[in-house]
């Protein structure tokens, strides 16, 4: 065959320097690439315009949230329910056609892998017929390919599929231990919004308030489509986390970037609501009867601190008499809100993350044919190229479902952590006795879990800088991971530093020595933490000798569980009474209220996030770096 006949060679077709342009002849030249083909340059353009609007999209909508959810408490229109309905609409409707059109794909390459199975099957029948008959074949070309050519055998008849979906694999594709954190943030997300559900249906079933004044129709709506929302989500990112889609690939970065958009609004509706409705709590007992609520009745509120509220905002416009609800309600939701609501918000920010990795591989199939992936084309001719989980069933549930791990080198962090885990158990359960004992052990309780706080603090802060001494001695990665967990770092990061500031200007006044040593403790340990992450993320093991010694990978063992268990610590420690806590006394309970609902889950997603970066550290830093 002439070589300027052949199709698809490994280098382009050479034209020669007659029938090149001027533009061509200088870019060969200065070794300047060619320049780009009208069909490129417009399909190039509007994929690049596409991206840009979606990612705008996404900005109007998280800045429409912002101001619809801050405004929402000072107009009487439920702009906010409709708003949040909207997304939630539409959110629910494209992950719904996403789930069906990637179970269609599915089935389709299925029933071709049978199809071709069973003329696989056919075609092992007819060589060993041959083989019995001729007690031996001749050699040749026994290859799969040349197996449809026997004579009187007609190839395979498969059903006519477009190339629409992949699959990656690999680190990159989201990890196991992700996803289990994301399910468990769901389930604390979906009992919280059972309960708030409840409230809502309480109220409206007692007949002693007036459900056109005291309950919203539109917020009770709202309440059971984001449970059902969330759990469409879940199940979503557990089986197709790592897709990449190929079809409609416009709608596609408009459509998750419009879920990115809708998770951080209910991000920033959450933490709104949940300060709303603990100051409307805090209203109830200051100027009601407070028999309702357990919040703190008895408790005089000093002079200073009603100036303060007051002059921030008048909290006793959230007062309502006519709205006081049952007592088993009120004091149900102000248990238990308080260690649940930060699911939430975890939640909304790990849905994110994994909804910007699928945003970013769309159209990023490895395959020769991606390009075209609009022509029909059979799965025998494209499954060499691309990797797709249904040509076996068995592989598809194995690559999402069961995890290997190595613990060569991390026996003692291993155990250290769990003994971490223990001491951190037991200090939960204490803290919980203390304070169901009476107030003489409130303060005792307080005092443990301070205390707990900053031993968990200063081990921390001894792992990371031995960390960072070990792993110098690792290979920089020349292929690391994307930004993404670089920015859910610098993220988290603003909660630190205000919840450090504002708690030591109150501690040093009121003089609590033991949290501002930990504040401070705190605040430099997650200076040297995120650091330590960022680098360890780049590294691999590109020698034997750096993969038999695996330096750090001990103390990662251990700084893994041991940032789990202070999350552990952050979530279900006791709430301590607004009495026993210095920042409450010093700003108020208004203030403090805003500044720790905002800041406190961003602190402990910082926590699960480490963990999970450390667990990506532990198992691919002591790989070569090809294999990443």
Not at 131 to 141: A, F, K, N, V, Y
Not at 477 to 496: G, K, M, R, T, Y
Not at 615 to 621: C, G, R
Request: proline residues 4%.
């Amino acid at each position: 065959m002439p070589q300027s006949d052949m199709r698809g060679s490994a280098t382009p077709r050479k034209r020669s320097v007659a029938t090149m342009d001027a533009q061509s002849i200088r870019s060969v030249e200065t070794h300047a690439p060619p320049p780009t083909s009208p069909e490129d340059n417009k399909k190039l353009t509007t994929k690049y315009l596409t991206l840009i609007m979606s990612c705008m999209y996404a900005v109007l909508l998280v800045t429409l949230g912002l101001v619809i959810y801050v405004s929402d408490s000072f107009i009487e229109w439920s702009i906010s329910e409709i708003y949040s309905i909207i997304l939630c609409s539409v959110g629910l409707v494209y992950i719904s056609y996403l789930l069906v059109d990637i179970t269609r794909y599915k089935s389709i390459a299925v029933k071709n892998h049978k199809i071709k199975a069973m003329h696989e099957g056919k075609v092992i029948d007819y060589f060993r017929k041959q083989e019995e008959q001729l007690g031996s074949i001749t050699p040749g070309d026994r290859t799969p390919e040349s197996t449809y050519r026997i004579p009187g055998m007609p190839p395979p008849v498969l059903i006519p599929i477009k190339h629409e979906y992949c699959f990656s694999q690999g680190r990159h594709s989201g990890s196991f231990y992700l996803k289990m954190g994301a399910a468990g943030f769901a389930l604390g997300h979906l009992v919280h919004s059972l309960l708030l559900l409840a409230v809502q249906i309480g109220q409206l079933l007692d007949d002693n308030l007036d459900n056109d004044e005291c309950v919203n129709i539109l917020q009770v709506v709202l309440d059971v489509m984001l449970p059902a929302y969330c759990f469409l989500q879940l199940y979503f990112i557990f089986k197709y986390s790592n897709v990449i889609i190929l079809r409609a690939q416009g709608l596609a970065h408009i459509a998750f970037m419009h879920l990115i958009g809708s998770s951080l609004c209910f991000w920033i509706s959450a933490i709104v609501r949940e300060t709303l409705l603990g100051l409307t709590l805090y209203a109830n007992s200051r100027y009601g009867s407070g028999d309702y609520s357990s919040y703190s009745a008895n408790v005089t509120i000093p002079e200073h601190e009603k100036s303060l509220d007051q002059r921030f905002i008048d909290v006793s416009n959230l007062y309502n008499p006519n709205c006081n609800s049952t007592a088993a309600i009120s004091s149900i939701y102000e248990n238990f809100s308080p260690y649940l609501y930060p699911f939430n918000v975890e939640f909304n920010i790990l849905i994110v993350a994994i909804y910007y990795i699928i945003w970013n591989n769309i159209g990023n199939c490895d395959n020769e044919d991606s390009n075209n992936s609009e022509i029909n084309s059979s799965i025998d001719d494209n499954y060499h190229l691309c990797k797709i989980p249904t040509a076996n069933e068995d592989n598809d549930f194995t690559s999402n479902i069961v995890i290997y791990a190595d613990c060569h080198a991390s026996n003692r962090g291993l155990f250290l952590g769990l003994i971490v885990m223990v001491v951190v158990t037991g200090m939960l359960i204490l803290g919980f006795v203390f304070s169901s004992v009476g107030d003489d052990f409130m303060e005792l309780g307080y005092l443990l879990t301070n205390c707990t706080k900053l031993g968990l603090h200063i081990l921390l802060l001894f792992g990371v800088v031995i960390a960072f001494n070990q792993m110098r001695q690792l290979d920089i990665n020349e292929h690391p991971i994307s930004l993404l967990d670089d920015v859910l770092l610098f993220i988290c990061l603003p909660a630190f530093f205000m919840e450090t500031i504002f708690s030591l200007v109150a501690t040093i006044s009121i003089t609590n020595v033991v949290k501002s040593v930990d504040f401070s403790v705190m605040v430099i340990q997650v200076l040297i933490q995120t650091p330590l992450i960022m680098d360890g993320l780049r590294r691999c093991s590109n020698t034997k000798k750096l993969r038999r010694k695996k330096p750090g990978r001990e103390i990662l063992m251990f700084l893994l569980i041991t940032n789990v268990a202070m999350w552990i610590f952050n979530t279900f420690s006791y709430k301590s009474p607004d009495s026993l806590d210095e920042r409450y006394e010093f700003y108020g309970k208004v203030i403090w209220t805003i500044l720790g609902h905002v800041s406190l889950p961003l602190i402990m997603f910082y926590r699960f996030h480490s963990s999970v970066c450390f667990a990506d550290i532990w198992d691919s830093a002591y790989k070569p770096g090809s294999e990443h």
